[in-house]
């Protein structure tokens, strides 16, 4: 992850972007979505826990501008 923001180099907190009981969806259209039916090319989906709890997905936040950062795959290491 980064130490500062890209976008106006201030120092990032680190923390966790949290949901409900549902996963949290990306999907390129802007139209409504139910997250639930199956995936759509080019979305993909951060996994949750469980059913329960929901997502809870490490992120860094700059408190400046607001930017959170989330790296939805794992640093291949070589």
């Known amino acids: 992850m980064f130490d500062h923001c890209p976008r106006c180099e201030a120092a990032l907190k680190p923390g966790f972007l949290r949901s409900g009981q549902r996963?949290?969806?990306?999907?390129?259209?802007?139209?409504?979505?139910?997250?639930?039916?199956?995936?759509?090319e080019g979305e993909f989906e951060l996994p949750a826990e469980?059913?329960?709890?929901?997502?809870?997905?490490?992120?860094?936040?700059?408190?400046?501008?607001?930017?959170?950062?989330?790296?939805?795959?794992e640093e291949e290491s070589t």
């Open 23 to 40: 996963g949290i969806l990306w999907t390129p259209s802007g139209k409504n979505r139910l997250s639930y039916l199956p995936m759509g």
């Open 50 to 73: 469980s059913l329960l709890k929901g997502v809870k997905w490490p992120g860094q936040y700059c408190e400046n501008c607001g930017l959170i950062l989330i790296e939805t795959k």
